[in-house]
């Protein structure tokens, strides 16, 4: 039934001036406020993502977002860089050790994925994408 159609992930934040800034300014995406007072996220290969006010917001126990990164120690300095803490979990994440920066990295040593909080407190990733 839902073979041919295209997801959007929604999810909802406490302060949309905030969610602008950061998901624009700081990570770098296209983002547009729509007449509905919500914002559209627009991803490099052309998906989308919707984000809406909630003013009960509690931010997702799990991870809402992953971006896709060919190289995760490179994004995690640059989000380190730009004011983005990527060390949220402790030296454990399910059996997975967590290095100085917070990244999970793989029997080669690359890094794997490392994970990080927009404003409102929802956990976004980013991971290889090998």
Known sequence: MFSSTTAVP????DDLDAAKS????????????????????HFGG????FVYPKPDHVPATFTVLNFVVDDVEAAVDDLNAR??????????????QTDEKGIVRGDDGAGFIAWF?????NVLA???AS
């Open 22 to 41: 950061f998901y624009g300014e700081t990570l770098g995406l296209k983002v547009e406020l729509t007449e509905m007072g919500t914002l559209t996220l």
């Open 10 to 13: 929604s999810f909802s934040v």
């Open 83 to 96: 004011g983005v803490t990527t060390k949220i979990y402790g030296d454990d994440v399910s059996g997975m």
């Open 126 to 128: 980013v991971l290889s």
């Open 46 to 49: 052309g998906g989308e993502g």
């Open 117 to 121: 909080r927009d404003p409102a407190g």
